[in-house]
Antibody, heavy 120, light 106 residues
Framework: EVLLVQSAVELKKPGDSLRISCEASGYGFSIYWISWVRQMPGKGLEWMGAIFPADSDTRYSPSFQGQVTISADKSVRVASLQWNSLKASDTAIYYC?????????????WGKGTTVIVSS | VMTQSPATLSLSPGEGATLSCKASQSVRKNLAWYQQKPGQAPRLLIYGASTRATGIPARFSGSGSGTEFTLTISNLQSEDFAVYYCQQYDNWPPLTFGGGTKVEIK
């Protein structure tokens, strides 16, 4: 079974750093992109960026470039999303999703999401 | 920019639903549809504008190309009441989602 496992909840203060992870199993981790998607409370889906674990090729949405860092460790089949200094406006659910390549960049397997709450 | 309409669709079980997604420039057939239920992650329904993903019932169908796309749900079941998003992948980054259409019980 193809699975993406994410931690459930992270409670942080403004200014804190944070790394959330997405552990993949059941498929060839290196040969699919992993996307990160934000969903703010009561809002729609926003694509943040994606990484191709085989060579760490990383693409960012202009809206998130410089705000977060996406990385992957293919040896342990984990993709990560990192912030250096959180803001209250980073409060959201963050999903990782397996993303196909070869000019068909749809997302066919999703993690359950990590809820990040940033509050003083 | 991906624009979905209507924002909300109020229908009864057994009825059909027609959801629209329009792109500000041609995305050819590089479009996917997702379903999201409250408290759950999105689920892929359709990719390539019209290809159903694995395990998706035949009552879900997608059509269109270029700038105009439609997701049709025939014979709405109780489990189909959810929010639906389109997503283009013709020219990335970024991959972009529409704002969503909520299909609610009338």
């Amino acid at each position: 079974e193809v699975l993406l496992v994410q931690s459930a909840v992270e409670l942080k203060k403004p200014g804190d750093s944070l790394r959330i992870s997405c552990e993949a199993s059941g498929y060839g981790f290196s040969i699919y992109w992993i996307s990160w998607v934000r969903q703010m409370p009561g809002k729609g889906l926003e694509w943040m960026g994606a990484i191709f674990p085989a060579d760490s090729d990383t693409r960012y949405s202009p809206s998130f470039q410089g705000q977060v860092t996406i990385s992957a460790d293919k040896s342990v089949r984990v993709a990560s999303l990192q912030w250096n200094s959180l803001k209250a406006s980073d409060t959201a659910i963050y999903y990782c999703a397996r993303t196909w390549g070869s000019d068909s960049y749809h997302m066919d397997v999703w993690g359950k999401g990590t809820t990040v709450i940033v509050s003083s | 920019v991906m624009t979905q309409s209507p924002a909300t669709l109020s229908l009864s079980p057994g009825e059909g639903a027609t959801l629209s997604c329009k792109a500000s420039q041609s995305v050819r057939k590089n479009l996917a549809w997702y379903q999201q239920k409250p408290g759950q992650a999105p689920r892929l329904l359709i990719y390539g504008a019209s290809t159903r993903a694995t395990g998706i019932p035949a009552r879900f169908s997608g059509s269109g190309s270029g700038t105009e796309f439609t997701l049709t749900i025939s014979n709405l079941q109780s489990e189909d009441f959810a929010v639906y998003y389109c997503q283009q992948y013709d020219n990335w980054p970024p991959l972009t989602f529409g704002g969503g259409t909520k299909v609610e019980i009338k």
